[in-house]
């Protein structure tokens, strides 16, 4: 079936990925390190476990760095899963993109799917492929891969996984957009969805689950397939939306992948200073000489732009398009790389957020340790962050802020449900030693966006305390992927809460490295990994079949 692309231009087949997972007859555990699970095949492992567990506990999707609107003090305080591209990276970006295979529609959605109030609608776009679906005769199912805080297309791009497995399965594929992202805008455009708290006020996660489960129970009545079954894909924040569909929605679809999610990053369910003690942490397993460097770069960053034209001098140190306003910019755009690096710490050659080597974090501590003598701390700073920056070397000077309208979705879901408590400890990371202070945050989101952001919403929506329990008694048929790398998994589930709702953990997997494309690269743990979640989700489609077949049988 040839499809379209929206513009006209049909586009082109991908040739098959080295190392892809097929549908297993059975399942070697070797290598993945599964919490109170089958999976923990040594004492060395679960040494290891005994140790990771408290320190890593129990969200997206772009993950490019961009500075914060200039109401916020600090990004550490608004720690995003993204930010933009620069035009660069976007042509970048579009040269690179796999050719997967998709039509792209538009669907007509409600703006309030909680109210009867009389409101615009808005056209959600979404992407859709039935090349290898086998039809709703035979209940073919649909993969549905819940749609993140950014542009459609990318998330697409970057998600080979569910691409690769859709011919085993006799899938349709569908990625729907989130709303108040890429062409998803309500109000017809981004300016008048952005304009204030008012037209922001239905950019909710709550809204955009509403946005998938009419949209996919609508495009299912449409083909005749009300019996097909739905299986959610996601990744980062798209991962905690799949894994709160499941809960929400149990009756339009089977099962949730949830990869690389932190749905338990709220409150006080986890340490607040998680997040940074994982980037220091793969930092200093590196180079203890890297981790101390860093560490002490920050005073000297303070130190440098107190001087006499320290702020111009910084600017040429770190190759600045625009001389820097502040050194808090300057810190922030560090803090920035090494966080995202820690998040894409693959072990291939990738080009998810940068076009960055493998294991990127050995290779900016290698610049780092390998300045020659004599070598300055910042200069160091300089020559490491470039890894992340500049590694193609294309670069000759650096802007900070890629979006000066700060038309940015993410800062108004932080502000509003998605607060996600951070703090640095002084002890254990390499980064300024700050505490979560939520009356700065609050003050930061009053003056953005004349809101007050409800930190307890979200556990009060979907759960978080006492997760275990709630999950053990009413989920079902979830799958936690993380890898132990991603700063984010501290705040995932990190343990089996059932037979159904299962936790695959990797020592040196990175941020939703699973959802990636299978390369001749892969090492054989993230084959199994693959293998094994592919066993559980061929499970959950039998088992639906199955009890479908002797219900229209009685």
């Known amino acids: 079936m040839l499809t379209e692309d929206g513009t006209g231009n049909a586009k082109p087949k991908p040739d098959p990925p080295a190392r892809v997972p097929s549908l297993p007859t059975r399942y070697s555990s070797t290598n993945i390190l599964f919490l109170r699970g089958p999976l923990l095949t040594s004492e060395s492992d679960m040494a ?55 039509e792209i529609r538009y669907f007509e959605q409600r703006l309030d799917h909680f109210s009867f109030a009389d409101l615009p609608t808005f056209r959600q776009r979404y992407l859709i492929n039935t090349e290898h679906w086998v039809g709703a005769s035979r209940m073919g199912p649909i993969f549905l891969y819940c749609g993140n805080e950014g542009d459609i297309e990318w998330f697409a791009s970057n998600t080979g996984f ?50 998938f489960a009419v949209l996919v129970t609508d495009l299912k009545q449409n083909l005749s397939a009300e019996a097909c079954p ?61 981790f101390n460097t860093i560490k002490e770069s920050w005073d000297v960053l303070v130190s440098e732009g107190q001087k006499n034209n320290g702020l111009t001098q910084l600017t040429e140190t770190f190759h600045f398009c625009q001389k820097l306003g502040s050194v808090d910019d300057l810190s ?56 992340y920056y500049n590694y193609t070397g294309e670069s000759d000077c650096f802007q900070l802020d890629d979006d000066p309208h700060g038309l940015d979705g993410w800062n108004w879901q932080a502000c509003t449900e998605m607060v996600m408590p951070m703090s640095s400890s002084q002890e254990t990371s390499m980064f300024p030693a ?76 990175a941020h939703h490295l699973d959802l990636r494309s299978s390369t001749a690269e892969d090492p054989d ?14 499970g959950w489609v039998d088992d639906y079949n199955k009890d479908k077949k002797a219900f229209f049988a009685i």
């Open 48 to 102: 290891r476990a005994s140790v990771i567990a408290p320190l890593v506990f129990a969200l997206i999707f772009l993950l490019f760095p961009s500075s914060e609107p200039s109401d916020f003090r600090s990004s550490r305080w608004l720690r995003r899963f993204s930010g933009r591209l620069s035009p660069r990276l976007n042509k970048l970006r579009s040269a690179t993109q796999p050719p997967y295979r998709y």
């Open 162 to 211: 569910v691409w690769e497995l859709a011919p085993q399965f006799g899938a349709m594929v569908v990625f729907p957009e989130h709303r108040y992202y890429g062409e998803s805008m309500p109000y017809g455009s981004g300016s008048e969805a952005y304009k204030n708290a008012t037209t922001l006020s239905h950019l909710t996660a709550e809204q955009a689950l509403a946005d």
């Open 230 to 290: 739905v299986v959610l894909f996601g990744g980062s924040y798209g991962g905690m939306l799949a894994a709160w569909m499941r809960l929400k929605y149990p009756h339009v679809a089977i099962g949730a992948l949830s990869s690389s999610a932190p749905v338990l990053q709220f409150e006080d369910i986890v340490p607040p200073e998680t997040f940074y003690n994982i980037v220091s942490n793969s930092f200093r397993h590196e180079s203890t000489s890297c």
């Open 332 to 387: 922030n755009w560090l803090d920035a790389a090494y966080s995202y690096l820690a998040m894409v710490n693959y072990p291939y050659p990738a080009n998810f957020m940068m076009p960055l080597p493998r294991n990127p974090i050995k290779e900016v501590c290698r610049r780092i340790d390998n300045c020659p003598e004599g070598t300055s701390v910042l200069e160091r700073i300089f020559e490491g962050v470039s890894v």
């Open 434 to 509: 700050f505490d979560y202070n939520y009356t700065s945050y609050q003050e930061d989101c009053w003056n953005s966006f004349r809101v007050k952001p409800r930190p307890k919403w979200i556990t009060t929506e979907f759960g978080g305390h006492d997760f275990k329990t709630a999950l053990k008694k009413f989920g079902s048929n979830i799958i936690f992927s993380n890898g132990l790398l991603d700063p984010w998994s501290g705040g995932s589930v990190l343990e089996n809460v059932s037979e159904t709702i299962v936790a695959i953990l990797t020592e040196k997997g």
């Open 525 to 538: 743990w993230l084959v199994e990994q693959r293998l094994f979640e592919v066993k559980l989700i061929k």
